[in-house]
Each structure stands twice: as C-alpha cells, then as structure tokens.
C-alpha cells in the first residue's frame, strides 16, 4: 500500500530554523513534492525532488532519501509569513499525487 | 500569467439540495483533476481527466458526485444530493501533460468552498 506520514503541528520562533519531516512507503516514485498552504488558500508549489539530495531555493531547502522513504523541508531565517500548512506529497507511478494530511507551522515572534 | 479558473468561491447549500463546480484549467493543460480537501487533511483525489477521458475516478462516490469534462477543456463537478459530511474545499488543477512529470507543473485553482446545512 502506499502510505506518507508527517507531524501534525510545529511551533518555531521568527529568525530561527525549521525542519519538517516526511515519511512515505511506495510502490513505485516518481518525486517527492513540497506545497505551502495558507488558511482557506489553495496549495502553491514550493519544491520538487526526484534524485537524492539537497534542493536549495532561497530560505527553502527540501532532501530526499529514496532508499529511506524519508524526506525534509527545512526553513531559514522564520518569518510571521511562513505561519502556514505544509503538504508533502509523492507521485506514484500513475503520476498520481499520494498527499500527507499537512503539517502546521505556527510562528511566534 | 495563466490561472485555473474555478467558480463559485463559496457556496452554502442545504442538504439534499443540488450543487455544481466549474472550473477552466489553463489553456493547452490535457490533464484536469478535482480535489476534495477538508480541513486539517490532505487534498484527496476525486477524479483525473487526461483530456476528455476519465483516468481515474476510483474515490469519487458516484452514487452522489459526479464530474465531465466534455469538451475536454472546462470541467463541471456535480453533488446530488448533498450530505453534511461534503463541506469542505473543492481544488481544481491541471497540468500540461501526463506520463512525465517536471516538477512544479501542476497548478491549483483558489478552490470552491462548500457548506453544507
């Protein structure tokens, strides 16, 4: 079956670092993607992996570990503006996205 | 820059009643899907359209919803009759093509909320 796990809720304090981890089991894995929603908004693409590794976009950085089923997206410098959802999704080898129910962030000063 | 389209925004509605979702993906897209998200969850996948044809339409409950794409341009998504346990958010997305992926080539609509009393 497929499965894809990640913490329901993170709290992290404006300036610092985040790390928020996902875990998927798979069948067949054609990327591992990263979503940012915020309350009531639809969810906006923030990073894609498909090798293992470190993608870094600006403040933004995302890892994969294929043979771990085991993924990161990590967040420098906080703002109040990251307070948001954020939805780890792989693509089976339908090229159907698997969706985790989200984590949120919440951000305090 | 090119959007998905989707219409209404909100839409509260009384059970047992009828209710429709259009959305318009970006022009060119083969690939529509529509989404239920409700909250606190993950988007779950109602039904895939590679153009005109439905790809996948295993999660929709078809005693109640159902969803074309005629055309296979714009997509209507239909509820009859609603039940309390449909509120949630109704994503549209598309995306240029299916088979091979690039990464962040899916685009989302704003999403149709439902309510249902």
């Known amino acids: 079956g497929q499965n894809i796990d990640q913490p329901t809720e993170m709290t992290a304090t404006e300036g610092a670092i985040v790390q928020i981890n996902c875990t998927y089991q798979?069948?067949?894995?054609?990327?591992l993607f990263w979503y940012q929603q915020h309350a009531g908004e639809a969810p906006t693409f923030l990073s894609y992996n498909v090798l293992d590794g470190l993608e870094e976009k600006g403040r933004f950085s995302s890892f994969l570990s294929r043979s771990k089923g085991y993924s990161y997206l990590l967040l420098k410098e906080l703002q109040m503006k990251d307070s948001a959802s954020y939805l780890c999704a792989h693509m089976d080898s339908n090229y159907q996205l698997i969706w985790g129910a989200g984590t949120k962030l919440i951000i305090k000063p | 820059e090119a959007e998905v389209a989707q219409s209404p925004r909100y839409k509260i509605t009384e059970k047992s009643q009828a209710v429709a979702f259009w959305c318009d993906p970006i022009s060119g897209h083969a690939t529509l899907y529509w989404y239920r998200q409700i909250l606190g969850q993950g988007p779950e996948l109602l039904v895939q359209?590679?153009?005109?044809?439905?790809?996948?339409d295993s999660q929709l409950p078809k005693d109640r919803f159902s969803a074309e794409r005629l055309k296979g341009v714009d997509s209507t998504l239909k509820i009859q009759p609603a039940e309390l346990g449909d509120s949630a958010m109704y994503l549209c997305?598309?995306?240029?093509?299916?088979?091979?992926?690039?990464?962040?080539?899916?685009?989302f609509g704003e999403g149709s909320w439902l309510t249902v009393v």
């Open positions: 997305a598309s995306s240029p093509r299916d088979g091979y992926f690039s990464g962040n080539t899916i685009y």
């Open positions: 798979t069948s067949g894995f054609n990327g």
């Open positions: 359209f590679q153009d005109e044809s439905v790809v996948d």
